[in-house]
């Protein structure tokens, strides 16, 4: 969604199109009607439209109070030991596809406590002392 958002207030008068420093802002009058265009790409998000409108139609509330909003959402695959979460289903997916083999869901700290157990059961006698949780 846009940031750039005009109220019912805007009765069209042009000024913020007039005014806008990077023509992101453009009108069409066509079939009796008027619209008012505005391209993401170009807006330079400096607010002067908002400040020369006269009407107070332009609402910048997501630019002027830093809002954050939601632009996606996804599962995520949680450490089976301790729940941290490590990656997203899909990347999980993406990563299995491309290494040919299931990623097994373990955080980065669990992940290396298993290499560490598994090295001390091949290796009794060279692990000795190298206490590592279970
Ligand atoms: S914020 Fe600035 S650059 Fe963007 S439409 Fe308004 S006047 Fe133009
Ligand atoms: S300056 Fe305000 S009232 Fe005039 S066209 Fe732009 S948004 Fe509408």
Not at 3 to 18: K, P, T
Not at 61 to 85: F, H, I, K, N, Y
Request: charged letters at 25%; aromatic letters at 6%.
């Amino acid at each position: 969604m846009s940031f750039f958002q005009v109220n019912e207030r805007c009765n069209g008068c042009l000024a913020c199109v007039q005014n806008c420093p990077a023509t992101a802002l453009d009108f069409r009058d066509q079939d009796s009607r008027r619209t008012l265009l505005h391209n993401m790409a170009l807006c330079a998000r400096c607010g002067n439209c908002w400040r020369v409108c006269p009407q107070a139609a332009i609402e910048f509330s997501g630019l002027l109070q830093g809002r954050w909003e939601e632009v996606a959402s996804m599962d995520l695959v949680l450490c089976r030991v301790c729940g941290t979460p490590i990656f997203t289903e899909d990347l999980g997916h993406d990563l299995a596809q491309k290494l040919d083999r299931d990623i097994e869901p373990l955080c980065p700290s669990h992940r290396k406590n298993l290499s560490l157990q598994v090295w001390q059961r091949l290796t009794p006698d060279l692990s000795k002392g190298k206490g590592v949780d279970a």
